[in-house]
């Protein structure tokens, strides 16, 4: 199932970067500038409907949970969910 649903986070990003052709698991989202400062908004709230999970962008975890593939699949796909149904919380 998670490789499903990781799958489904790789289709997002490379349908809002159609230049790119793949990610890697380990690929930096942010440092190779998949994510940018709008696109990282709206990626959030697309792992907020995947996962069902809050992702609180003022506490600063948003873009160290979302920087690769393999930290997505990790913390918020595999675990990462506490009691108040956030990540990073």
């Known amino acids: 199932m998670n490789d499903e649903r990781i799958g489904e ?14 990610i890697d698991l ?4 942010i ?4 994510l940018d400062s709008v696109t990282f908004i709206n990626f959030v709230y697309f792992m907020e409907e ?8 003022a ?5 160290s ?6 930290t997505i699949q990790t913390g918020l796909l595999e675990g990462g969910k506490n009691e108040r149904n956030q990540v990073g919380v």
Request: charged share 40%; no cysteine.
């Open 50 to 57: 995947l996962t069902g999970k809050r992702i609180p962008l």
């Open 31 to 34: 440092d190779n500038r998949i």
């Open 26 to 29: 380990d690929t930096d989202l």
């Open 65 to 70: 949970s979302l920087r690769t593939l393999r």
């Open 9 to 22: 986070v790789r289709k997002w990003l490379l349908r809002e970067r159609p230049d790119i052709k793949e």
């Open 59 to 63: 506490s600063g975890t948003a873009a």
